[in-house]
């Protein structure tokens, strides 16, 4: 690949380090120089490869990781075509793939939840966009330091538009990974990749592959004619409930496994969307210590506040007011009686009335849009009358929206007032045509009190800021949006088409992944022809 031994590849790459290379393929740590970060750079020389499948392969890795938008997920960048080499720019993990964890690591059994959890919140979301990957192992697993977990190389992944069923005469994955309907090359679904997870879990949680042998043939026919009650011998040490489910991750019928990683997480009683807790990656002595250390300091802090800070405190109010204790006790109650004067103000102020209602409302406090469907609503008092059955429901937004209460316009923000609605469930939706739709929500009105709601679109969008010297005609997704310099151009997320022309220059055309709440800042030198 000398045509690429430059210090700069396809004009936005500068090469700090050459990872991996052989004459048709090369992995560098790079600078994206538009966007001013660490890459990892994945090049093809279509020119020298024999086998157009890897061409395939390596298309259908930026594709399919471009549709992907999940923090368990590696996230692709961009990719494009510059003359015979085809190319891929990841985001750049500090860390190290979990094959290179087994092998230099020691996790606690803390720690292995915390990164199976992750898995499965990785698997389950790709499985949710009907991906499946076809090569889960160690090596396609990658750690950074904090122990955060993100699922790599979807080479050989299948999307809902592939077709599901392997090459009987050729083996797709790596062996010792592989399920047994894969091995045959019969249909492969989201719960052959289980057992792929299942293997790798296993390694996890015991230090062993229970199928790897001496070569491929012999691992090949471990997996398919392994008894599955001697399974239940190399999981005698790990905790009862992670055993059941490496059992039925292992299960050889297909139809008696898990049929989906959602149904784990479920049975651990953990959310899909709920933040998995970092663990940082110490040893259990180290853990230990740590916590004692943290204790000691606890119990200090609160012998000083219980014992110290008062004696000192009353000292200087006793040293400060000739009437001592007496005007201390005096200025408290003055202090509580404002405090109680304020907070009758403020109750005031945020009481809401309904137009026509003879009941004043009290007015939920404001919840964020992703928790609009979980609001709990504040209810008056249980003496004042509620015959009425009449309820508000409030909306903010950023920017304005027209608001739909099922299927019906009712009205447009900023709202004067709130919306008066009988008691019940209805169902949500804000629009604004310049933004992609907002998912539905389900809300509950209650009788004689006010919902509040947030909406902030701007939360749904990516940007993109672009300046180029000299200056140059922008278009993204074949849409002419004007001039350089242009700032935060809103963009609907997923794979973007960036266009820069100007006249006697060669132009700039590229692709970038943007993902909701992104910014990409881009920087483009134009070339004359």
Known sequence: MSALSTEILFEKFQIIEVLKKDEHAAVFLANHIYLNKKIILKVLNTQKIHDPSLVDRFKREAKILAKLDHPNII????????????????????????????????????QKEHLMIQLLKGLDYAHANQIIHRDIKPENIFIDKNLNVKLGDFGLALSAEDNYVTNPYSIVGTPSYMSPEQIRGSKLTAQSDLFSLGVVLTELFTGQNPFLKENVSLTLNEINSYDETSLEGKLLDIPENIKEILLALLKKNINQRYESAGEILEELNIQVDQPTIVVNNIDAEG????????????????????????????????????????????NNDSANQSNDTRLQNNLTKDRVDLKNLTKPLVDNSKKDSSQNQNATQQKEAPNQNKSLGLGGLFIDSQPWVDIYINGQKSETTP?????????????????NPDYPPYPPQIVNVIADSVTRLNFDLNKIVGFININTNPWGEVYINNEKKGPTPLRLIKVDPGLIHVVVKKTNYKDVDTFYNVRARDTLRLNFNLKIK
Do not use: C, H, M
Not at 82 to 101: Q, T
Not at 301 to 329: F, M, R, Y
């Open 75 to 110: 996230k692709v960048l961009d990719f494009g075509l510059s003359k015979e080499f085809f190319y891929i720019s990841f985001e750049y993990i500090e860390g190290e793939s979990l094959r290179n964890v087994f092998k230099t690591k020691t996790l606690t059994q803390e």
């Open 287 to 330: 853990r230990k210590s740590k916590l004692a250390w943290i204790f000691l300091a606890v119990i200090a802090i609160v012998i000083i506040g219980i014992v110290v800070i008062p004696i000192i405190n009353e000292q200087k109010q006793n040293s400060a007011s000739p009437l001592g204790k007496d005007s201390t006790q005096l």
């Open 415 to 431: 709202l004067r007032a709130p919306i008066r609605l009988q008691a019940g469930t209805y169902t949500l939706r804000v629009v």
